[in-house]
C-alpha cells in the first residue's frame, strides 16, 4: 500500500506520476518474483503428478500382476499335488521292482554257483575217464602180448588165445566208449563254460540292477522331498500374495485420493500463475503509461538511450540494404539453421554474419553506459538473438551449464520476454524478468527494449538488460 504522504494531493501531476512509475516498477518487481516463485512451484506440482499417475499406474500393475501369480500358483500347487502323488507311485513301483530284482540276483548268483560245482564234477568225471582210457590200452596191449604167447604154445594155447582175443575186443570197445565219453565230456563242459560265462554276467548285471535300484529309489525319494517342499512353498506363496492383494487394493483408494488433491491443487497454482502472468502484463502497462504521461523514473534515461540506439541500428540495416552488403529477403530471413554439436543449441541465419559486423558499435558501447547494464543485444520476433555481447559470445566447451552463462549468442530466447521484447511496436517496453544463467541459477533483472524498424518494416528489438 502507497504512504498517503508519499502521494500527496499538493504535489505536482509530474512528480505524481513519477511516483506512480516507481510504484509500479515496484510491483512489476514483486510480481515478476512471486510467479518465478509459482513456476517453480508449478513445475513441482505437475512433476508430483506425473510420480503420482506412476506410482497409481504401478499399483494398478501390482493388483494385476499379483492376480496373474495367485492364478499361476494355484496352477503350480495343482501340479505340485499331481506330481507329489506320480512320483510317490514311482518310489513304490521302484522299490518292488528293487526287491524283484534281489531275488533274481540271488538265484542267478546260487545257479552260477551250481554251474561251478557241475564243472567241477564234469572235470572229474573227465580224469576218471582218462584212467579208463588208459587202463584200456594197457589191457589191449596185454591181450596182443597174449595172443602172440598163444600162438607160440600152439594147440594147447589155443584157449588161452581165444580169451586173449575176448579181451582185446573188450578193450578196444572199452577205449571207443571212452573216446565217446570223452567227446561227449568236452562238449557238456563247453556248454557248461559258456553257461558259467552267462550266469557271470547275469549276475553282475543283477548286481547292477540292484544298486540302479537303489539309486533310483534315493533319487526319487529325494524328488519327492523336493515337489513336496515346492508344494509348501507355492501355499505360502499363494498365502503371502493374498496379503499382498489386500494391502494394495487398501492403498490404492488412498493414493487416488492424493492424486485427486494434488490435481486440484496443481490446477490451483497453474491458474494463479496464469493470473499473476496477466498482472506482470498490468503492471507493465502501468508503468510505460506512467512515463508517457511525465513520470521521470530512473528508468528514463535507459528508455531514451534505447530509443536512439534502437533508431541507429535501424539506419546500419537500411544503409546495409542500400549499399547491397545485405539483402531484403536475408534481413528478413526467418529460416534458422542448427549448428551441430551444440548444447545449448545454438543456429544461424542468413542475417546472422551481417549482425555480426554491424550491431557491435552499438551494442559494447552500452555496457559502459551504466553499471547495471549486464548486456545490450537485437532479437528478432521469433526470440532469435543473432550477436551477443562479446563476453556473452564465447566459444562453446563441454559444460551445458557454463555453455549457457557465456556462449549466448545465436541462441533462442522465445520465453514470454524474449518474444514480448522481439515483437513489440511500442516506443518501449519495460518488463521485470528472472535471468536464466543456467544451473539452476536466476538474478532479478529489468528488460527494456525499444522497436527496430528497417524502412518502415519491423525487423525485432534492442534488449537492455540491467539490474535494479
Known amino acids: 500500500m502507497i504512504p498517503k504522504h508519499e502521494f500527496d494531493a499538493d504535489q505536482s501531476a509530474d512528480h505524481r506520476m513519477t511516483q506512480l512509475a516507481e510504484y509500479a516498477g515496484r510491483l512489476g518487481f514483486e510480481v515478476v518474483d512471486i510467479a518465478g516463485f509459482l513456476d517453480q512451484v508449478d513445475e513441482q506440482s505437475q512433476h508430483q503428478i506425473n510420480i503420482l499417475r506412476e506410482v497409481q499406474s504401478s499399483a494398478s500393475e501390482v493388483i494385476s500382476a499379483n492376480s496373474a501369480v495367485r492364478n499361476a500358483l494355484g496352477s503350480v500347487t495343482k501340479v505340485t499335488d499331481q506330481t507329489l502323488q506320480r512320483v510317490e507311485g514311482s518310489v513304490a513301483f521302484v522299490r518292488e521292482s528293487g526287491q524283484k ?17 557241475v564243472a567241477a564234477s564234469l572235470e572229474a ?3 576218471n575217464n582218462a584212467t579208463i582210457a588208459d587202463i584200456a590200452r594197457q589191457v589191449n596191449i596185454l591181450a596182443i602180448n597174449a595172443k602172440i604167447e598163444a600162438a607160440r604154445a600152439g594147440e594147447s594155447g589155443r584157449g588161452f588165445g581165444v580169451v586173449a582175443e575176448a579181451i582185446n575186443e573188450l ?3 572199452t577205449a571207443k566208449a571212452a573216446e565217446g565219453i570223452e567227446e561227449n565230456i568236452e562238449t557238456l563242459s563247453s556248454w557248461v563254460g559258456r553257461l558259467r560265462e552267462e550266469a557271470t554276467g547275469v549276475s553282475n548285471d543283477a548286481s547292477h540292477v540292484i544298486n540302479s535300484a537303489s539309486e533310483a529309489d534315493r533319487a526319487l525319494s529325494e524328488i519327492a522331498q523336493g515337489v513336496q517342499q515346492t508344494h509348501d512353498a507355492t501355499q505360502s506363496m499363494a498365502t503371502e500374495a493374498e496379503r499382498v492383494q489386500s494391502a494394495v487394493e487398501k492403498f490404492q483408494p488412498a493414493f487416488d485420493q492424493i492424486g485427486q488433491s494434488a490435481k486440484d491443487t496443481a490446477e490451483g497454482i497453474h491458474v494463479a500463475h496464469t493470473r ?14 506512467s512515463v508517457a ?8 534515461k535507459f528508455i531514451n538511450k534505447m530509443k536512439e540506439n534502437a533508431e541507429e541500428i535501424s539506419e546500419l540495416f537500411a544503409e546495409g540494404l542500400a549499399s547491397l552488403r545485405i539483402s531484403r529477403s536475408d534481413l528478413f ?3 534458422y539453421t542448427s ?11 542468413r542475417f546472422t554474419n551481417f549482425t555480426d559486423e554491424v550491431l557491435p ?22 526470440g532469435y538473438l543473432p550477436t551477443h555481447n562479446r563476453k556473452f559470445s564465447q566459444p562453446q566447451g563441454n559444460d551445458p551449464d557454463w555453455n549457457a552463462a557465456n556462449a549466448r549468442n545465436r541462441r533462442m530466447f522465445n520465453d514470454r520476454v524474449g518474444l514480448k521484447a522481439g515483437r513489440n511496436k511500442n516506443p518501449f517496453l519495460l518488463q521485470v524478468y528472472r535471468r536464466d544463467m543456467g544451473g539452476g541459477k536466476f538474478v532479478m533483472m529489468k528488460d527494456l527494449s525499444a522497436p527496430i524498424f528497417v524502412n518502415g518494416e519491423h525487423w525485432g528489438g534492442l534488449r537492455l538488460g540491467y539490474t535494479f
Open 101 to 117: 530284482s534281489q531275488t533274481v540276483a540271488s538265484w542267478v548268483k546260487e545257479l552260477a554257483e551250481r554251474m561251478e560245482r
Open 125 to 127: 568225471v573227465e580224469d
Open 171 to 173: 578193450s578196444q570197445k
Open 276 to 289: 499473476v502472468e496477466k498482472l506482470i502484463d498490468t503492471s507493465e502497462t502501468i508503468f510505460q503509461t
Open 293 to 300: 504521461l511525465g513520470g521521470a523514473s530512473e528508468d528514463l
Open 333 to 335: 530471413d526467418r529460416n
Open 339 to 349: 549448428l551441430a554439436g551444440t548444447n545449448p543449441e545454438q543456429f544461424m541465419a
Open 361 to 382: 558499435r552499438v551494442q559494447e558501447p552500452m555496457l559502459e553506459f551504466d553499471p547495471k547494464v549486464v548486456f545490450c543485444a537485437a532479437i528478432d520476433p521469433n
